[in-house]
């Protein structure tokens, strides 16, 4: 059964009408005007199946032979053992293998959400310009002075111990020249104590009242000091945001003013991940443990905020329980932290 096909001399545009045959491993060409010519099927190159595209014939003496797709032909070149099937091909009719290696891009994406972000994260976190923490640290506070903090009820004496007690706690550490402490008073926000990517750390008069004792707040800000020192603050909005401020900030928009409007948001909302939690609980007690104090005191704080808030204290939308949840974990590590200093 002979295939219609177009005849290109290869050097022309000029096209004359040609029917294919086969016979004893020669391919035949029989034109309108009864020429006829054949060649070796071996001589001859058939580009690869393409979907439904026309199959291309390159004859050797430079000619070329475009025809429609037919199992003839792949039948005819078969026989001559040529290797004819393109890997496009290949997928068009293994279905299975498209859906596979959509799999396989999802699963790509999925592992660069899980790994590949915060890896980016970390790195532009500690590329970022400290103008860029402080702005985004400076929206926040501006927020929440707005809407939430008071000026502190602690006694002027208590606060000052704190603070000196807090600077002599963290002075040496890495970026510790950032850390500031600042005592608030937000009944909004009830017992709460976070720290911002400038190094600001803030504990409010909530917190402190719920402590037993000085020790217990230092605990607390020793936690607050690890999530500055390993910078989660600007990693966890980075990740939240999209990878897009990400690359802007990679490829071109250095002045991050996309990221100044989104962190604040993200701060303020999600709180951190249990992974940062970990790594600033281990940071605290390492650091506690370092400066002669027990982790003890950062197990009895946690158990009393997650026995709950007094009456008379409200639990705001981003309390401490909320942004810090307390977990029967964090508080046999840091038993077994203050245990193993024995
Ligand atoms: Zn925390």
Not at 12 to 39: H, I, K, N, P, Y
Not at 192 to 199: I, K, Q
Not at 294 to 309: I, Q
């Amino acid at each position: 059964m002979p295939l219609p096909a177009t005849w290109y001399d290869g050097e022309s545009s000029r096209a004359r009408a040609v029917r294919l045959g086969c016979a004893q491993g020669m391919l035949q060409l029989a034109f309108d005007d009864a020429e006829t010519r054949q060649w070796p099927l071996e001589s001859v190159a058939i580009n690869p199946r393409l979907g439904r595209t026309p199959r291309i014939l390159r004859l050797p003496d430079g000619a070329r032979v475009e025809v429609a797709d037919s199992p003839e032909l792949e039948a005819w070149f078969q026989g001559a053992g040529g290797r004819i099937e393109g890997f496009a091909d290949w997928l068009e009719r293994r279905r299975g293998a498209i859906i596979a290696s959509a799999a396989l891009v999802l699963a790509a994406t999925l592992l660069f959400l899980r790994f590949g972000m915060p890896w980016l994260a970390r790195e532009v976190a500690e590329r970022m310009p400290p103008a860029i923490e402080r702005h985004a640290s400076d929206q926040v506070v501006a927020m929440l002075e707005r809407i939430h903090f008071k000026p502190s009820q602690v006694p002027a004496a208590r606060r000052a111990s704190l603070d000196r007690r807090f600077r002599a706690l963290v002075a040496g550490e890495p970026r510790s020249a950032g850390m500031r402490l600042s005592i608030v008073r937000a009944p909004g926000i009830g017992p709460n104590a976070f720290a911002l990517p400038d190094g600001r750390i803030f504990v409010t008069d909530e917190l402190i009242g719920l402590a037993e004792t000085d020790e217990e707040v230092l605990a607390v800000l020793a936690h607050e000091a690890g999530h500055h020192v390993h910078r989660h603050g600007m990693r966890g909005a980075l990740e939240s945001s999209s990878v897009f401020v990400i690359a802007g900030l990679l490829f071109g928009d250095a002045s991050g003013s996309s990221l100044a409007v989104s962190i604040p948001a993200t701060l303020l909302i999600s709180g951190f991940s249990r992974g940062y939690e970990r790594e600033a609980d281990a940071y605290a007690f390492e650091l506690l443990l370092r400066r002669g104090q027990s982790p003890k005191a950062f197990a009895s704080m946690m158990r009393r905020l997650s026995a709950g808030v007094p009456k008379g204290l409200e639990q705001g939308a981003v309390g401490y329980l909320s942004t810090h949840p307390p977990s029967p974990e964090r508080i046999a590590a840091a038993e077994r932290a203050a245990a193993a200093r024995r």
